[in-house]
């Protein structure tokens, strides 16, 4: 078996264009990759899987199981995404990084969380980031 980058784009409802966007890497090249006609360098591989929310392993179509194999890893894997996300509106509230830069960050972390809790859609989350993007908006008004 070819690696699963098609499958899991497909299973998501993303374009090329999409992934593109939210991965910094060319369409072109992601149909490469999605083909064969060309393999992603390791650092690739890592961007890909992380942005899917699987080991490299099971991207890459050597593993047949893609997430979490228990509630404990289901949770580190929560965890994980919601430090990012603290440390992301911490960076942006203090300036260190920029609306746009934060926003696209925000983004990514969205999906992966999507990702994560692809059944429990808690409400709690969605509350969290929209608080998040409106923090991030009102200060780039604040900033005009």
């Keep these: 078996m070819g690696n699963r980058i098609r499958e899991l784009r497909a ?9 593109a966007n939210n991965t910094g890497l060319a369409p072109n090249t992601i149909s490469q990759y999605e083909t064969g006609k060309r393999n992603p360098k390791l650092e690739t591989w890592i961007k890909l899987a992380n942005y899917f929310g699987v080991p490299v392993s099971y991207l890459q ?9 228990s509630e404990l890893e289901h ?62 908006k009102r200060r780039e008004r604040n900033e005009k």
Aim: hydrophobic share 35%; glycine share 6%; charged share 35%.
């Design 11 to 19: 299973e998501r409802g993303l374009t090329l264009a999409n992934l």
């Design 61 to 69: 179509g050597i593993e047949d199981k893609a997430g979490p194999t």
């Design 75 to 136: 949770q580190k894997a929560h965890d994980a995404v919601w430090d990012a996300v603290g440390k992301l509106v911490r960076a942006a509230s203090v300036g260190t990084m920029s609306y746009e830069e934060a926003y696209k960050e925000l983004k990514r972390y969205r999906n992966k969380s999507d990702e994560l809790r692809y059944k429990e859609k808690q409400e709690t989350q969605q509350r969290m980031f929209d608080l998040a993007l409106s923090t991030f």
